[in-house]
């Protein structure tokens, strides 16, 4: 069974999407049954392009990025989710709607928070730089998160150790 992961930031033009390709790539490369989404409480309509740029550069696939809404995944026939990941601590503050999880529920929540790259000050290189860096931290992250045994962990065991995770 597919376990799918939902990552949020406000604006879906940056941390998040970073944070699903990574994960999505991760997936595909170590044969995992993992299914990484994206989507912001306030979408931009866009990705940024230094997102963008930082993931292809990584020999991600971007084909199909697109900057959404988590209302997709709140309403009847979204992905039942497993986990729910926000990336900056805008998102992290607001009321998130109700997601449909799986058989257990609503799915497990975690805080991992970055700082915003496109503020990075030194102009686009500094920008590049900001978005590589960050690109990294959460691509270890996630393969850190795709080791983990999901099918025998309980929630609460999930929980603790995606906290883990966040914490390292």
């Not at 550069?57 to 697109?66: K, L, Q, S, W």
């Not at 529920?105 to 503020?119: A, E, F, M, T």
């Amino acid at each position: 069974m597919t376990t799918h992961v939902l990552i949020l930031c406000t604006h879906n033009s940056a941390r998040s999407v970073l944070g699903e390709g990574m994960l999505n790539h991760w997936a595909r490369k170590l044969g995992k049954d993992v299914e990484a989404h994206s989507a912001g409480s306030a979408p931009s309509g866009r990705i940024n392009p230094f997102a963008l740029e930082a993931l292809r550069n990584a020999g991600v696939d971007t084909a199909g990025c697109h900057s959404k809404s988590w209302d997709a995944f709140s309403q009847a026939g979204a992905p039942p989710l497993s986990i729910v990941i926000t990336v900056c601590d805008s998102a992290a503050a607001e009321q998130c709607p109700v997601f449909f999880g799986g058989t257990a529920g609503q799915p497990v929540k975690v805080h991992w928070g970055y700082p915003d790259p496109s503020n990075a000050e030194g102009g686009d290189a500094g920008k590049r730089r900001a978005f590589e860096l960050t690109r990294q931290a959460l691509g270890y992250r996630m393969l850190q998160l795709l080791q983990l045994p999901f099918e025998s962990l309980d929630r609460p065991a999930l929980q603790a150790a995606l906290s883990d995770i966040g914490n390292s």
